[in-house]
């Protein structure tokens, strides 16, 4: 999904389950009024939610969070991404994790340059036979090449597993 994507915003402002929006941008300038430019997972909880900001803190003193008035959320440090999923699934058996990945494209050498029009790559057809597609193919194999794309984020709905 790309950021202006409608689904994420309805995700964010859904007022019954946990939200963890991790952003992770190496050497990115943060802003303080815009925490969708800033490093850290942002933690939305609803209001029949309680979990206390020492449960937050996850019992360590350097794990401050903080409070985002204008998103309604808690900033805390991405190293406690893992954490805060196991936290909100404890307490509310289901969260929504937004977080970036970049996405893959896949094709071949012996697609792209291929003759006919049987194509059975993943690219769907989108290369084949048209020469070299451009771009920063990474080539494996006369079998395989990916490139990967710009970041978009992934919204996954995780439930915790029910008790054996």
Request: charged share 25%; hydrophobic share 35%.
């Amino acid at each position: 999904m790309k950021a202006d994507d409608p689904r994420l915003l309805e995700v964010w402002t859904q007022k019954e389950i946990p939200v963890l929006f991790r952003r992770h941008l190496k050497g990115a300038k943060s802003d303080a009024n815009d925490a969708s430019n800033a490093g850290g997972v942002l933690v939305k909880l609803p209001k029949h939610v309680t979990i206390s900001e020492t449960e937050l803190r996850g019992g360590k003193r350097n794990h401050k969070p903080e409070w985002l008035k204008n998103f309604s959320a808690w900033r805390l440090p991405d190293r406690r991404f893992n954490e805060l999923i196991e936290l909100c699934l404890r307490r509310c058996q289901a969260v929504y994790s937004i977080h970036p990945y970049r996405p893959q494209k896949k094709c071949a050498p012996a697609c792209y340059n291929a003759s006919g029009f049987a194509c059975d790559c993943a690219c769907m057809g989108e290369n084949h036979g048209q020469g070299d597609p451009g771009g920063a193919w990474w080539i494996v194999s006369e079998a395989f090449a990916c490139q990967w794309q710009e970041k978009e984020y992934a919204c996954r709905l995780l439930t915790a597993k029910p008790a054996a």
